[in-house]
């Protein structure tokens, strides 16, 4: 058997422990985040600027790797992901998080913006530090949120243009008890569903439409089932961004500030991305043959304003409530 010599098996050993050094320095930590819609997305086009950043501001350590189309699963099941750390972060609409804090109900109230500028307002402010800092106790941060604009219905068959014509329809909403009562007060009946089983279920008839936003509608093709979208802008939902308690707290201190920051800085870039994208949404809807009407908002609004009293009830919820309307 051949012996190594000293000096051949230290050069060994050095470029094994060479080589394992530059690994380690090398190899980015990926934390895997789910996503429910395309790459597309302005909100999955500022989180790759995002991890861009975040891999050079911790020295190569973190980056992101954004799973879309709801390849890790639809956003309740991975919220459970992110909860249980099986997943690091994810993006998940406002209600699922309401399910488990009452307090959110306040920032996913219909009608509680006026408009883009007052939601981006709303979300850089630092108003929402103390809500976002709650939710650790079930396992997820919240970071920030992200703008999904507003909301309106569209359905199969002919618009809506008020109360009246809501009624009896089956119109799906994101799974929680605000928005389904929400579209009582619309007139309509709401059915909780995925994401993902919306188009299906409008083209089958289980549903007569669902409300979302213009850049969803077009991403997702549902100007396909459902070609008439009326403009009732009742809600704004924040996209909320969830980490892992678990996982946040395993970062080197320096990176979770690092992550933090990077979150509350794509913000901005993340609204403006909505402002270009919009209009393109729409653009691309109509060539499709959609029809987009406008609608008299006033009897919707009045319709649920009951709706608002009644579901803010602590002291805290109030406070909340006061300091977004301070900021319109
Ligand atoms: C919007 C929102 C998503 C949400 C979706 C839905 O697209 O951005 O976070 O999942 O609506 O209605 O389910």
Redesign the pocket.
């Known amino acids: 058997m051949r012996t190594l010599s000293f000096s051949r098996l230290a050069k060994s050993l050095l470029l094994v422990a060479g080589l394992g050094v530059s690994f380690v320095s090398q190899a980015a930590t990926e934390i895997k985040v789910a996503f429910?819609?395309s790459d597309k997305h302005p909100?999955y086009q500022a989180l790759t600027a995002l991890s861009e950043k975040l891999e050079q501001q911790t020295e190569g350590r973190y980056k992101l790797n954004i799973y879309p189309n709801e390849l890790l699963g639809a956003?309740r099941a991975a919220l459970e992901l992110v909860q249980n750390g099986a997943i690091q972060m994810a993006?998940?609409?406002n209600p699922l998080v309401e399910n488990y804090n009452k307090d959110f109900i306040v920032i996913g109230l219909p009608y509680i913006y006026d408009s883009l500028e007052h939601q981006q307002k709303v979300f850089t402010s630092g108003i929402l530090d103390d809500l976002f800092a709650a939710t650790g106790r079930y396992g997820f941060d919240v970071l920030g949120a992200y703008t999904?604009g507003s909301?309106s219905i569209y359905t199969k068959g002919s618009a809506v243009n008020n109360l009246e014509e809501m009624k009896g329809k089956k119109i799906?909403?994101?799974q929680s008890e605000t928005m389904r009562k929400m579209l009582s007060c619309m007139g309509g009946i709401g059915v909780p569903m995925?994401?993902g089983e919306?188009y299906t279920a409008i083209q089958q008839g289980v549903l007569d439409g669902?409300?979302?936003?213009e850049?969803?509608y077009a991403d997702l093709k549902q100007y396909e089932v459902a070609p008439y979208f009326s403009r009732t802008k009742h809600l704004m939902?924040p996209?909320l961004i969830v980490t892992s308690s678990y996982f946040i707290a395993s970062m080197p201190k320096q990176d979770q500030e690092v992550l933090k920051r990077l979150v509350k800085e794509s913000i901005d870039h993340q609204f403006d991305l909505w402002r270009t994208q919009v209009q393109q949404a729409e653009e691309l809807a109509k060539a499709n043959n959609a029809t987009f009407v406008e609608v008299d908002i006033t009897p919707f609004q009045q319709s649920c304003s009951k709706l608002q009293q009644d579901l803010i009830t602590s002291p805290v919820q109030k406070a909340l409530y006061e300091k977004v309307i301070e900021l319109q």
């Open positions: 429910n819609q909100q956003q993006i998940v609409a999904a909301r799906r909403v994101i995925n994401q919306v669902a409300e979302n936003n850049i969803t939902v996209d």
